[in-house]
């Protein structure tokens, strides 16, 4: 017997088997229903109406973030420098504050 056969014979045993518990109820059928899906906005709709108000927009945005990350830096800045170097002396080439900040810094534009 063809491994094709023995698959069909497999399924149509395991429907009739589900038939089977169906009409004696030990299965109860649940017909699912499927759920709306909602329209997206395509990527070449711009929110703000025109391109020069959403450049306007994201340029404000990103001034105000600026901003923020300004204020703090010093305290940062602070808080790193009190954590101690477990590196080498002489294989160091930067501040171990100054890759706290880069790390910092990508962590936050990442997303």
Not at 52 to 67: G, L
Not at 93 to 106: A, D, N, P, Q, R
């Amino acid at each position: 017997m063809s491994v094709r056969k023995k698959q069909s014979e497999r399924q149509k045993a395991r429907e009739e088997k589900r038939n089977e518990d169906i009409r004696t109820g030990r299965v109860i059928r649940v017909h699912h229903e499927e759920r709306k899906k909602k329209k997206g906005l395509p990527n070449r709709v711009n929110v703000k109406g025109s391109a020069s108000e959403q450049k306007e927009d994201d340029q404000d945005t990103v001034e105000k973030t600026a901003a923020v990350y300004r204020q703090m830096l010093p305290s940062l800045l602070n808080n790193f420098s009190k954590i101690k170097d477990p590196r080498a002396p002489h294989k160091v080439k930067h501040k171990i504050t100054t890759l706290f900040i880069y790390g910092v810094i990508m962590l936050v534009f990442q997303f």
